[in-house]
């Protein structure tokens, strides 16, 4: 994934966190809210049926005070007193009741008129209808009336009900209790809902005088109630009689409609509470409260149901919450953007550092990035031109050494090639040298001989005419002759075995020492020195009469190198894994260490020159030079003193660097 879709996604993600984090705790405290909302509308129920019951018992307290009135007293008394002189009072009153009720509706009969408008009438439109009209600008009372004792009107504030009363219940349940408070209903003459209160009326006495009653405005009371107690501008007031028929409604309504099926009505069963409920397409909350006043003779059960609209009791966590939601929508877009140019900032310098890893992969170590920035981009892009710059340095300088190594190199070879001139030229003079020790000594030989046959036919044939002297210069002339007759024949035996081809066959090494012990047999016996063999000898591929010289000599010297009363001469081999090893070992005079090497140079004696039986020195020399021949090594071990041990191979090993016990 890019870095820049990376940072987004946590960018936003993050953002989405905090949104769903905030939302909920919107949420959390709208839940809270809705509840305090929900207790705060129920108490305002509460408060608002509380002022209806108290309203409505003002107002018959009102007609209660007003009813004890002298006026009122005295003209019941007089319209009772009238009629108590008539011998049937009541036929007088329903005749009359007849006449009221027949009266067209357009017209006013005499009676009507004299009724309504008596002193007594009048006064009661000014108290009841014109006072509230005059103080509050709407009614409390639609209408009011008073009866005499007999039920007959004696004053009324416009012709809206019968001229009779007496046989209706409310008068006789106020005569009777002193009160009555009607349900709610419908008065079609003043086309409102409203509350019939009546009251008794007595005499100072406590005699019966007749009963008063007024149609209390069930809309003025609640729109009383509503401006002095409402907080919120969308509350819908409802007013439910106890048996689900609705009684009143801030709103147009049906009255008595039965809503005691509805979801409403079955959400109002406690005594009071609230609740959340779509109506209108619109989530609302409800709050009611139940009324049935004890006190109230009628007991009548009401439901206060007020309905509010949600959005406007939560109005400012709703703006909240919406706004929340723009400035997270906000938030998330500047994120994204935000994130995606810190993106491009960081790929841009990346892509070109890879670009130029890449370069530098390829071998152009000249590659540079730019620096665009202080941070830690920036600090890569320094280190890797750093880097780049030190690999340039080493390689440089590994283009030097190489150089230096190739030139080195060339120089060796052009030394090998000389040195293998030199070894060829060493190759070549030492042949010459051969060829001339091998002429010289061969031509040599002849002459010499010659000498030494003439001085000794000399000392021989003269004698008599030479004298002491010349005999003795003559015999030392004789003797230095062989002397060097000697070193002759032995430098002719060195050249030849350079010369000659050897001829390399298989080759029984037991046949060859026992030849060897055969031709020393003479000075074997003169020493009486004895030859051991451990075990009998390989066959080996190899010049039979080089390898027999070698043995020869090794043995002679072993025999001729010894000044021990027995003497002994072991001839031996160890087979090792790398080859063959031959050894032969004395009791002899042994070798000092710093003789070791010398006595393979060519004429060199540790001794005397006619001590241990005289020789040339060349003995060893022949040895090594006819090993090595073979491809072989020779060398020795020495106790001075003590014996002698010479191992030698004939396969190009050396031989081991120990004692063979
Ligand atoms: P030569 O025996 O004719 O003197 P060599 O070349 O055979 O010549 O020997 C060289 C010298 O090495 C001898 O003079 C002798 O001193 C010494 N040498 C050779 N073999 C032995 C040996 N087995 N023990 C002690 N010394 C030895």
Redesign the pocket.
Known sequence: MRISTRLTASYALILLLMTVLALYSVNISMDFLQERAGNDTVSLAVVMMKTIRDRIRTTSDHLRAYSRGASVRSALRESNSRLDLLANPEEVVLRRDSEWTSAPEEEMSPLMQEVIESECSTDLRDKFIHFFEDTYGYRIFEEALISDRYGADVCQTGRTTRYYQANEDWWRQARNDGFHLGDIEYDPSSQTYGLPISVRIEDTDGTFLGVAKGFVSLLAIVKAVEISEKRYESTDIRLISGSGRLLYATRAFVFLEDMSGQELFSKTKGESGFFMAEEGGRKRLFSYTRSKDSTDPEQSEWILVLRHDLNEVLGSVVTLRNRMILASAFLLSAAILISALIGRSIRRPLAGLGKAAREVAGGNLNTKVEVTSVDEIGMLAITFNEMTKRLEQLYSKLEEEVIERKTAQSELEALNEELARINEELVHSNKELEDFAYIASHDLREPLRGIRNFSFFLLEDYSDKLDAEGQSKLQTLIRLSKRMEDFIEALLTYSRVGRCELSLKETDLNKVLDHVVDSLGASVAETGASIRIERPLPVVRCDQVRIEQVFN??IA??I???DKPRRWVEVGYIGQEEGIVFYVR?N????KEKHLQA?FKIF????GRDE?G????????IVKKIVEGHGGKIRLE?DYGEG?T?YFTLQGDDPPKRKVE
């Open positions: 000599n090794l010297n072993a001729k190198y010894n004395d002899g005079i042994g070798i006595i060199k004696r540790l001794h241990f005289g020789g040339a020195g060349a003995g060893l020399t020495s002698t010479f």
